[in-house]
């Protein structure tokens, strides 16, 4: 069965109101108190950073195609800044409204916000859809903290979001930009980030991380067969250099063919006899360092 969806009101009936909070309470509680509703000029509207990067393009046609239809039935936000408005919460809608000419739009007109009032409504708005990817969430989340120089804590109060999350999302923030990317691109599982993330080996992350940009590696599984198969090759090196510093340590000294040890040590000692106390000194010592590096019988 299609929607149903309210006839668009026109322009001239339109009336500026204030919300209750009915119509704000997906946001908190206070967050959009004594935001009006407004028809805004498309043209005065400024689109910064979003929280949202990924857009599917037919999805937005689709979209335009029922505001054309049916008219905006979800106003945008936009928070007031001198002459000019700056878009909050809504960028998918925006977009598909300019892209079938659309002039002006309904707003509700936010003022004297603060930065992390602000980050706080779009970050809820944005997350509460499923289509919000996760390293979108997780630039929200770290601009969030870049802006309100806040805890991971506080951070968990102000987006009700477990600290867990919170804590993840920091750390998918802070990687390479062109890993992000791939993530988004290759659709690479969240955790395979985050694992990427805790490798210490230089060599095995370069290799890793190639491996995510170029979409080779994918899932979780895969990941973990790439960091098995370079733990069992560190294995493998280890042990060869250690065989070869043992064997290198067994031939450092070479005895006379058919002396042992104890007659190499016993004619030293004779030679002894007739030397002077520095060089008696100096044999002996030798002598000393002799027997710790063959057996002596």
Known sequence: MPKAFQKRVSKKERKIITLNKDLYRDFGD??????????IELKDIVVKEQVRTKFNESSLRELAANIEANGLIQPLVVHREKRKYVLICGERRFRAMTSI???????????????DELMAIQFSENSSREALHYIDKADGILNYQKATKVSERKICQALGISKTEVHRSLIIGKLPKRVREA???????????????????????????????????????????????????????????????TTKKKSAISLPKGMTANAFVKAMKSQAK????????????????????VDLD
Do not use: W
């Open 30 to 39: 206070n967050l959009l108190e004594g935001a009006k509703l407004k028809e």
């Open 101 to 115: 000419e659309v002039d002006s739009a309904p707003c509700f007109v936010l003022e004297n916000k603060t930065v």
């Open 183 to 245: 993530a988004k691109i290759h659709d690479v599982e969240k955790y395979v980030l985050i694992e990427y993330n805790g490798i210490e080996d230089k060599k095995l992350r370069s290799k890793v991380e190639r491996q995510i940009v170029i979409g080779e590696i994918r899932k979780r599984a895969e990941l973990r067969k790439i960091l098995k198969h370079g733990l069992t090759s560190q294995v493998g090196r280890v042990k060869k250099a250690s065989k070869k510093t």
């Open 274 to 293: 007739s030397m002077d106390p520095a060089s008696k000194k100096l044999l002996n010592q030798l002598l000393k360092e002799t027997s710790q590096v």
